[in-house]
């Protein structure tokens, strides 16, 4: 049962380009929603992470955006970078289930020079 | 380097076989998850531990099993493999109840091949 859903599965963007992945999740007792990078060979990292009384959180190039009424968050990387290439998922976190995460399915993400 | 080690890195073996992965959690994590990850299903829950009790159960097999010892480190237990079993099994871990900010560090998978 797939409650976060991720589109799209792959994304290929142009250096410097914006590149945007979506979320859209069902249950609304989730209480956080993280976003993690995953490079081949490695197991995913955290990347950002936003709270769903906020609207939008910003480092650095990666900002996600939140939109609680929609039940959809995104993920937009600004001067998308060749090193940037690597699969993303959202993810979000039941506090009640003891911190269970649940992820999207993934994205692949090529930048290409 | 995460802190999280997990072992083997990679299994071959046959269907109707077991096998045993192992995780180490960083130092001081109290909690421990295992995910299954496979092309067409991505990251999957199985189940997660916290200071050696089962804390959240996702979609694990009956013919799987896990257990965190007092050591910490966590072993998930795989029997009567099957084909579709073939996939990167992760953990993650954490140092309370996941991560009231959603952070896991994960480990770099064990990969398993059932033929």
């Known amino acids: 049962q797939q409650q976060v859903k991720q589109s799209p599965q792959s994304l290929i963007v142009q250096k410097g380009g914006i590149s945007i992945i979506n979320c859209a999740y069902e249950?609304?007792?989730?209480?956080?929603f993280p976003w993690y990078q995953q490079f081949p060979g490695k197991g995913p990292a955290l990347l950002i992470a936003i709270r769903p009384d906020v609207s939008e959180k910003k480092e650095g190039r990666f900002t996600i955006s939140f939109n609680k009424s929609a039940k959809q968050f995104s993920l937009h990387i600004m001067d998308s970078q060749p090193g940037d290439s690597a699969t993303y998922f959202c993810a979000a976190v039941y506090y009640n289930q003891g911190g269970k995460l649940i992820f999207g399915q993934g994205t692949e993400l090529s930048v290409k020079p | 380097d995460s802190g999280v080690t997990q072992t083997p890195k990679h299994l071959i073996t046959a269907t109707g076989q077991r096998v045993t992965l192992r995780c180490s959690p960083r130092?001081?994590?109290?909690?421990v998850y295992w995910y299954q990850q496979s092309l067409d299903q991505g990251l999957q829950f199985l189940i997660q531990y916290y200071n050696g009790e089962e804390r959240a159960k996702g979609n694990i097999l009956e013919r799987f099993s896990a257990q965190q010892f007092p050591d910490l480190h966590s072993e998930l237990n795989l029997s009567s493999l099957e084909l579709g079993d073939s996939a990167l099994y992760f953990c993650?871990?954490?140092?309370?109840?996941?991560?009231?900010?959603?952070?896991?560090?994960f480990g770099e998978g064990s990969r398993l091949t059932v033929l």
């Open positions: 249950n609304t007792a989730f209480d956080y």
């Open positions: 993650a871990s954490s140092v309370a109840l996941a991560g009231l900010t959603g952070e896991l560090f």
């Open positions: 130092s001081g994590d109290l909690s």
